[in-house]
């Protein structure tokens, strides 16, 4: 994706979201966890750009490291552990940390579902369970997509 | 038997000349003349029996005779070509066979257990590295006992350079299948040996022995972690994984081997073969070729192996793995499967490029296959990871419509019988219905196809494989045959 489709996109969502406040997260045009980072892992113009804001971010719930969690691991594939090829869960490096406003009730891990929340960079380790994330969301929502 | 050949070949290719030249309605198709020059193609082909210098084999993890020809397709739409008629390196050689891949306890295989098999001459149980099947899977006590020879300490032993590359981890199935005596694959380091292990060190620890010693050479893939203590970063700012205090990359150091971890690194190695070289390139496995940024790809690290090994008199054995063909399947994203399995392609090109087949054997093969499978019906030049087009009855390009299932959806041409890509959901009690699916959703590189039967990871399958070979005596390789067979003939090839 360049820099014009970013831009044409990020007007979309805003768009809809002005035009829309009530519609369902499931219908609005979500970014994708790739699209916050360029391929070297460094965050996008779009990451940088939006950062602060609200964003509409599309990927996959993986399995919460608690239960009654009030966060989440958003993955850009489905976490897929093989019992041959692995001894424990490999996270990848494209990640987001979502906060959510309520306790996370579980989506099955290879439901893609959509996000929205208050985009936020830096790397940061988390107080109570140590786990540390570069990107984030907060006052998160999320649903099916 | 040689006289007789020598007697037989000329009327055949008589024979096959006056048949081509007969008045056959259909001579002048395309299709017809590409059939009759292979045919010549194949009636010219030569026996080569001298005894190979050199013995590379490539092994694309995971990537059976189906994997294979969507990577084919996959490679042939990325020419600008419809795909189905493209032809793979490793497609041009003279030889191949069908590989039987199951392990001695297993239908479905794993990765170690076949490449025992295809390094060491013998079947064993899965997830062993270099025992025979008389250990019981975890029992380091039995691992003296139960060690077989592999060809690269077979071959070390006779003067050659050994060399090792995967995109893998170094100490991971398929690659320390090659110098690794284990109970179990998972022993990659001392924190995953059992308490009270003194039959058997660790898989890093055996492989940086086997540097020390001489017996290998060349180590080039991903896994730092496995070599450095936990209270070390490497270069990446990430932790090692050793709670022993040995830092296995400082020994290599210190007996003279070059290390590289990034791609500048890597650049500036030395390939006089005058100094052993470890290059670990990733705290886990190595990028997917998709994902890949400051590391090299497969082709870049076979040249960089070829050009150092060759610096041996007495030749070298190497031993390539593209080891993440296997991962993106397990994932269930074919997309880099295709884009892993088309660097593999471009690697055994370089191999072949950078050879003489009248010195080498170059052998390349899968270790297993995945539970892959193709629907229909689609037509010509459908991208193979997208939705399954119709076929044109009035021309040969696809309609560019999807075809539907039953349900009336589309579909794509490429699924798994298993995995993460399960239509039934357990937060649905295990039922489910298929998406709806757009060509732009089926053709997004982290698009996961759909699948039946829900698990976390994809599965292995116990389907045969293909063994492709060329140089000397590759011909020894026809009809259908054990995996522990391609030890036998690299053997016979490198010392008759």
Redesign the interface.
């Known amino acids: 994706m360049n820099r014009r489709q970013l831009i044409q996109q990020s007007l979309a969502v805003v768009s809809m979201s002005l035009m829309l406040p009530a519609v369902s997260l499931a219908v609005q045009r979500p970014f994708?966890i790739?699209d916050l980072y360029n391929?070297?892992?460094t965050f996008s113009d779009y990451a940088n750009v939006e950062v602060g804001k609200p964003v509409f971010i599309s990927g996959y719930m993986a399995p919460p490291l608690k239960a009654n969690a009030n966060f989440f691991v958003l993955t850009?594939?489905?976490?897929?552990?093989?019992?041959?090829?692995e001894?424990e869960a490999?996270w990848p490096d494209d990640i987001l940390l979502v906060y959510t406003k309520r306790p996370v009730e579980?989506?099955?891990?290879?439901?893609r579902i959509t996000t929205k929340g208050i985009l936020q960079l830096g790397t940061q380790t988390d107080s109570s369970t140590g786990f540390v994330s570069r990107v984030r969301m907060i006052s998160s929502i999320y649903d099916r997509a | 038997m040689k006289l007789k050949q020598n007697i037989l070949l000329p009327l055949v290719l008589v024979s096959a000349m006056t048949q081509a030249n007969e008045n056959i309605t259909q001579q002048s198709n395309q299709w017809y003349k590409a059939a009759q020059q292979t045919l010549q193609e194949n009636i010219a082909i030569k026996l080569n029996t001298k005894r190979a210098k050199n013995v590379i084999i490539l092994v694309a993890d995971g990537n059976g005779v189906g994997t294979n020809y969507a990577t084919r397709i996959w490679q042939g739409q990325k020419n600008g070509l419809l795909g189905e008629e493209y032809v793979l390196p490793q497609e041009k050689f003279p030889h191949i066979a069908l590989v039987k891949t199951y392990n001695t306890n297993a239908q479905t295989p794993?990765?170690a257990g076949t490449g025992t098999a295809m390094h060491s001459g013998v079947k064993t149980k899965?997830?062993m590295l270099g025992v025979d099947d008389s250990v019981v899977r975890g029992d380091c006590s039995a691992v003296a006992a139960g060690s077989v020879d592999s060809i690269a300490e077979i071959l070390a032993k006779k003067g050659k350079a050994i060399g090792i590359i995967s995109t893998a981890r170094l100490t991971?199935?398929t690659p320390a299948s090659v110098y690794a005596h284990s109970a179990d694959r998972?022993f990659e380091d001392n924190t995953?040996l059992p308490e009270g292990c003194v039959g058997q060190k660790d898989i890093a620890v055996q492989l940086i022995e086997k540097m020390a010693s001489g017996e290998v050479d060349f180590a080039m893939g991903g896994g730092r972690r496995h070599f450095l203590p936990k209270d070390v970063k490497d270069g990446e700012n990430k932790s090692g994984r050793r709670t022993d205090g040995k830092n296995l990359i400082e020994k290599a150091q210190g007996f003279g081997a070059q290390y590289a971890w990034d791609q500048a690194s890597f650049d500036k190695l030395d390939t006089s073969g005058d100094k052993p070289v470890l290059a670990l390139f990733e705290s886990?496995?190595m990028k997917y070729e998709h994902?890949r940024?400051?590391e090299p790809s497969l082709a870049q690290m076979v040249e960089k192996g070829i050009k150092t090994l060759s610096n041996n008199k007495q030749g070298y054995f190497l031993h390539v793995e593209a080891g993440r063909v296997?991962?993106a399947s397990?994932?269930?994203?074919a997309h880099r499967a295709m884009t892993d399995g088309a660097a593999f392609m471009a690697a055994v090109k370089k191999a072949v490029e950078l050879t003489n087949s009248e010195d080498t054997l170059i052998i390349v093969t899968a270790d297993h296959e995945h539970a892959i499978a193709f629907n229909g019906y689609c037509g010509r030049g459908t991208p193979i990871t997208g939705l399954c087009m119709g076929i044109d009855t009035k021309g040969t390009k696809h309609t560019n419509t999807p075809e539907k299932a039953d349900d009336g959806k589309p579909y794509t041409v490429l699924g798994y019988l298993n995995?993460?890509?399960?239509v039934l959901?357990?937060?649905?009690n295990w039922t489910g219905t298929r998406p709806a699916l757009t060509q732009a959703d089926a053709i997004d590189p982290?698009y996961?196809q759909q699948a039946l039967i829900?698990k976390?990871?994809?599965t292995?399958s116990g389907e045969d494989v293909a063994v492709y070979a060329s140089g000397p005596w590759a011909h020894l390789f026809n009809g259908t045959v054990e995996q522990n067979y391609i030890f036998h003939v690299m053997l016979h090839a490198a010392t008759n």
């Open positions: 994708k790739r391929k070297d892992l850009a594939r489905p976490m897929s552990v093989c019992p041959f090829c001894t490999e579980v989506i099955s891990y290879n439901t | 794993d990765s899965a997830g991971h199935a998972n995953k886990s496995h994902d940024t400051n296997d991962h397990h994932d269930g994203n995995g993460s890509g399960s959901k357990e937060d649905q982290d996961i829900p976390s990871s994809e292995h």
